[in-house]
């Protein structure tokens, strides 16, 4: 059965570091689009990054354009998310999804079949 589970999330401060991680099993997704999407409280999902199957091309959502930072491991059938300059307003679960077949990266949750439970960043300050 595929599965993503996330790790990596905690309380950091306004202008800190995190780095999320996203665990795939069950099947490859070497060859399709993943991503990340965040939800805080009280708001609906929204896009944070993406990155394609196949050439690795990426794409961000303008609030965190220049600060965080999506990446791919191959080997491990994993998916990164670097975040630095953390701030409040960055406070969400931060959930990571996979498409089943899809290749070309995309901010559109309907995109992506399969999805972890998500993890907890706090961003005090």
């Known amino acids: 059965q595929e599965q993503l589970v996330e790790s990596g999330g905690g309380l950091v401060q306004a202008g800190g570091s995190l780095r999320l991680s996203c665990a795939a099993s069950?099947?490859?997704?070497?060859?399709?689009?993943m991503a990340w999407f965040r939800q805080a409280p009280g708001k609906g999902r929204e896009f944070v990054a993406a990155v394609n199957g196949y050439d690795g091309s990426t794409g961000y959502a303008d609030s965190v354009k220049g600060r965080f930072t999506i990446s791919r491991d191959y080997a491990n059938n994993a998916v990164y998310l670097q975040m630095n300059s953390l701030k409040p307003e960055d406070t969400a679960v931060y959930s990571c999804?996979?498409?089943?077949?899809?290749?070309?990266?995309?901010?559109?949750?309907?995109?992506?079949?399969?999805w972890g439970q998500g993890t907890q960043v706090t961003v005090s300050s």
């Open positions: 999804a996979a498409s089943g077949g899809g290749r070309n990266f995309s901010p559109y949750s309907w995109a992506y079949d399969y």
């Open positions: 069950g099947r490859t997704f070497n060859s399709n689009r």
